[in-house]
């Protein structure tokens, strides 16, 4: 698993005109093949009648899967530019569709490059972009006694606090980055003077906007 990435916040759509052309960006994230040819599908039944519905994606932790079509334009001038949009962004698991509506000026292959790629960084800035870190989520046992003080050193630490669950005695689970699992150990030991109960627990993605 990747130690961290980036990829799109969320679905989201953003519309742009170009020499009275509609270009509308759908962008979403895609896990898998299956994801994005569906969702690339779906956007090509609502918009049946587009002149165009041009599309791009980007999968894997090594981007093994990629794939642009030009659904009509001419070749190169739309899927491409899209997705090298994707790979400048850094971007992950993303897929995006651009439906164009024709609006009678051609642009010629150097406009449609530029307009294409717009349409797509635009919506990137529009819905967003996320870093995806790779966390440990450490369980931390400890007394009643110590909850106040270990409470309120973590939420003044650069770690991330996930839950307190208050049982017979008190377990905090924090987000901690798998490269500072022994560090985070240490502190906590050094914190309660060696009165926790540490326990690694699994792996999650926690997400930052950026």
């Not at 994230?29 to 569906?38: K, L, N, Y």
């Not at 001038?77 to 994707?86: H, I, R």
């Not at 449609?112 to 529009?126: H, M, Q």
């Not at 502190?187 to 309660?192: H, I, P, Q």
């Amino acid at each position: 698993m990747l130690s961290h990435y980036y990829t799109v916040k969320e679905y989201g759509e953003h519309e742009i005109s170009i020499q009275k052309s509609r270009f509308i960006a759908y962008i979403n994230r895609a896990t898998t093949v299956e994801e994005a040819e569906t969702f690339i599908q779906d956007i090509k039944k609502k918009h049946w009648n587009a002149t165009h519905n041009c599309s791009a994606y980007l999968i894997g932790e090594n981007d093994q899967f990629q794939k642009a079509n030009d659904d009509g334009e001419p070749s190169g001038t739309a899927g491409v530019p899209m997705l090298e949009v994707l790979k400048k962004k850094g971007l992950k698991d993303t897929v995006v569709v651009v439906t164009r509506y024709f609006g009678g000026v051609k642009l010629g292959a150097g406009g449609l490059v530029r307009a294409y790629g717009k349409a797509v960084s635009e919506g990137l800035t529009s819905i967003g972009i996320v870093e995806r870190k790779l966390m440990r989520i450490m369980h931390t046992t400890i007394d009643y006694t110590l909850l106040g003080k270990v409470e309120n050193e973590l939420r003044n630490s650069h770690y991330s606090l996930k839950e307190i669950h208050y049982l017979e005695n008190i377990t905090i689970d924090t987000y901690v980055l798998e490269s500072e699992t022994n560090q985070f150990k240490e502190w906590m030991v050094n914190l309660t003077n060696g009165k926790a109960d540490i326990i690694k627990g699994s792996t999650t993605y926690l997400e930052t906007e950026l």
